[in-house]
């Protein structure tokens, strides 16, 4: 059988053993293919993925795959059987893939959201991206660690335990979805997929260096993915470049009857957005940098991050784009980020307990309640570091009242707010920096190359130093792509957030696309 480059000549778990800390993105789903016409069976592929996964989590590894899929070479053989005999292959053909661990999987994995509540349940069907992933070609070698209950940013649950950041394992992976960036930023898998209620794919993405979309609301099925807060999630794909974040964005879009939200996709929603992948997407765009918006500074604490985000605009004018600096704040005369707030806050408990009577059902817990009541209890209490999260969502008072519907209302203006904005000013996208601080070290942990602002390290457990601007796309439903920059102090990367219009996610592409190709000024 032929070997190819992408096979590192047999010796995967050697070579990623002797790799230093700081390692680079591994095979993109290009080079997987290439391989495969190159002679490589499927199974050797999903094999190296595998031993990369099998290193990656001895001690001392990230940590970032809560449990590997015991069938994944049987999958590899069956599509390699069905190539041989001359079946069509999708646009994910053996691509190895994790799914983030709120993802619900019909095989012998689990879905826990990485909660030791849930431990031992296996769901009945797939979520429907897993479905459409699987259909494409996809081959699920695992599920990734997540925050549990995908609440918060350090990327632990008391399932998987902490995972580390995919490019310094100093620093945290961000969250909720900090396993999926992990494993792709250190080669683990080319793809995974993300969910993000309140920057969950883009604090992620920016810390760990890759390329995340969080879509417009409705553009992407929610089905069988484990709810926080239906005003605001939305699954997405994280990967290591904008070629595989636009072809697997083309497999996970279309209506779902069992997501109403996808019923404001149809006639916007695409399944191939290969077409904008140009080289010179920039030109002629004219991008617009944002300092505020409802009140709240969107710019970096950090000098290291605000000189990435400048480097940045160089290279975006010096491939063709107009930059424009010193727009007036975002504002909305109704609403700001207290009504967003008021309105995600307390969705979490009863979605939950719909959930886990419907897709979830069979868990070995039935209600949010429950969940609230093993988790205090001893010995599983020291384990849940989100406790006093899941505590303090449990005494708010429920999602309905003149209150809430007054903010439900209310927020509604940020969106129309946003949109009028970059209208008025003719702006293609907003460009700001991601977090505005670097990735954090990991709780407790020295590391010299960390300041932002006033905090340095070692930080205590689940601090993240930074901005609200992962919360613009969530609280408008508006499309951002988050894009990696300039080199920072300690391995990472410049987190950029792109944020267009909605249903700009063509255009998104095409400008980030011809970002990642532009020379760097």
């Excluded at 661990?101 to 979520?127: Q, V």
């Excluded at 990327?155 to 969250?175: A, D, E, I, V």
């Excluded at 993300?194 to 883009?202: A, E, F, K, M, V």
């Amino acid at each position: 059988m032929k070997r190819t480059a992408y096979l590192l000549a047999g010796v995967a778990s050697a070579l990623l053993a002797a790799a230093p800390a700081h390692a680079a993105t591994g095979p993109s789903i290009g080079e997987v293919q290439a391989a495969i016409a190159g002679g490589a069976t499927c199974h050797d592929v999903v094999a190296e993925s595998l031993a990369r996964i099998e290193v990656s989590e001895q001690p001392g590894g990230i940590n970032a795959v809560i449990e590997t899929n015991p069938d994944a070479l049987a999958i590899a053989d069956s599509l390699d059987a069905a190539r041989a005999a001359g079946s069509p292959s999708g646009p994910l053909f053996c691509v190895p893939v994790l799914i983030k661990d709120n993802f619900t999987t019909a095989d012998r994995m689990m879905t826990t959201a990485g909660s030791l509540t849930m431990e031992g349940f296996r769901a009945r069907e797939d979520a429907l991206v897993v479905e459409r992933w699987r259909a494409a070609g996809a081959v699920i070698v695992g599920k990734a660690n997540m925050n549990e209950w995908a609440e918060g940013v350090s990327g632990y649950s008391s399932r998987g335990g902490q995972t580390k950041n995919g490019l310094n394992p100093k620093r945290g992976p961000g969250g909720s979805s900090g396993g999926s960036a992990a494993a792709v930023a250190a080669g683990l898998v080319p793809l995974a997929t993300g969910s993000d209620t309140g920057g969950s794919i883009q604090i992620p993405a920016s810390y760990n260096g890759i390329v995340g979309i969080r879509s417009t609301k409705g553009l992407v099925s929610r089905d069988g993915v484990v709810p926080l807060a239906e005003f605001s999630d939305v699954p997405g794909p994280l990967a290591g470049n904008v070629r595989d974040v636009a072809i697997a964005l083309g497999t996970m879009t279309g209506f779902d009857p069992d997501d109403p939200a996808t019923r404001a996709s149809r006639g916007h929603f695409l399944t191939d957005y290969t077409p904008f992948l140009d080289p010179n997407g920039l030109q002629g765009a004219r991008i617009g940098v944002l300092d505020e918006a409802f009140g709240e500074s969107l710019r970096s604490k950090s000098k290291k991050v605000a000189y990435g985000v400048e480097r940045a605009i160089e290279r975006m004018r010096g491939a063709g784009a107009t930059v424009v600096e010193g727009l007036p704040p975002l504002r909305s005369k109704r609403s700001g980020w207290q009504d967003v707030i008021t309105v995600i806050g307390p969705q979490f408990p009863p979605e939950l307990d719909a959930w886990l009577a419907g897709p979830g059902r069979g868990a070995p817990v039935d209600s949010f309640d429950e969940v609230l009541r093993k988790s205090s209890r001893p010995p599983l209490r020291a384990k849940v570091k989100v406790l006093e999260t899941l505590e303090q969502v449990g005494a708010l008072p429920p999602p309905r009242g003149k209150k809430y519907n007054r903010a439900t209302r209310r927020v509604v203006d940020l969106r129309r707010s946003t949109t009028r904005y970059m209208r008025e000013h003719d702006l293609d996208a907003l460009l700001f920096a991601a977090s505005g601080c670097p990735a954090p070290p990991r709780g407790g942990v020295e590391d010299a190359d960390y300041k932002c602002g006033r905090a340095v390290a070692p930080l205590p457990f689940g601090a993240n130093p930074g901005t609200i601007a992962p919360l613009l796309s969530p609280a408008t439903g508006l499309p951002v792509l988050s894009l990696p920059g300039e080199p920072l102090p300690g391995g990472l990367l410049t987190g950029l957030s792109l944020l267009g219009p909605a249903w700009s996610e063509p255009d998104l592409i095409r400008m980030g696309y011809g970002f990642e190709q532009a020379p760097q000024p």
